[in-house]
């Protein structure tokens, strides 16, 4: 069973690999990307970040899609991780059963639409106006969808975080 799908863009790092899965007692990870997908470097660099308690899937999007929708996940504990809000809006499209969606560091160092800087809403969470039209299209879907960081941090209604 999902237990809840991360926006990160650094995907598996320290807050992920020691935080999150402590906090959430996640046994799986599936990191629903691309670009890692089909690059082994990226790969192997976070299967080292990832935590020893939980088994990792590196998947493109349409991949990840694909295993989460089989039935043997319902027996797992899975955190589902994506680096951008199109591939959150494509998982929700085509996963039933998610239970909420943490955003956490997103707009530091994905790529940039020429030399404009995204606006800040958050210390982590820096968005183009067209990212937040997709933020908003995440949140239509009547799923939970909170801005948090860290566990220990309060999490805050994305649509608030946001101004929508």
């Not at 790092?13 to 997908?37: F, L, M, P």
Request: glycine content about 4%; some cysteine; charged content about 20%.
């Amino acid at each position: 069973m999902i237990n809840h799908i991360r926006l990160d863009e650094r995907l598996i790092h320290g807050q992920v690999a020691i935080k999150w899965s402590r906090h959430t007692g996640v046994n799986r990870i599936i990191v629903a990307n691309d670009e890692a997908a089909a690059n082994t470097i990226i790969q192997k660099s976070l299967m080292m970040a990832a935590p020893a308690t939980a088994k990792v899937a590196i998947k493109s999007v349409k991949d990840a899609i694909t295993l989460l929708n089989d039935p043997r996940c319902e027996a797992l504990k899975i955190m589902v991780i994506v680096s951008n809000p199109n591939d959150l809006v494509t998982v929700l499209e085509n996963v039933k059963g998610i239970p909420h969606v943490i955003v956490g560091n997103y707009g530091r160092i994905a790529p940039k639409h020429g030399s404009d800087a995204r606006k800040t809403y958050a210390n982590n969470l820096y968005a183009y106006d067209d990212e937040v039209e997709v933020f908003k299209k995440a949140i239509s879907f009547n799923v939970p969808c909170v801005y948090q960081t860290t566990p220990e941090e309060p999490a805050e209604n994305l649509s608030k975080v946001l101004g929508l």
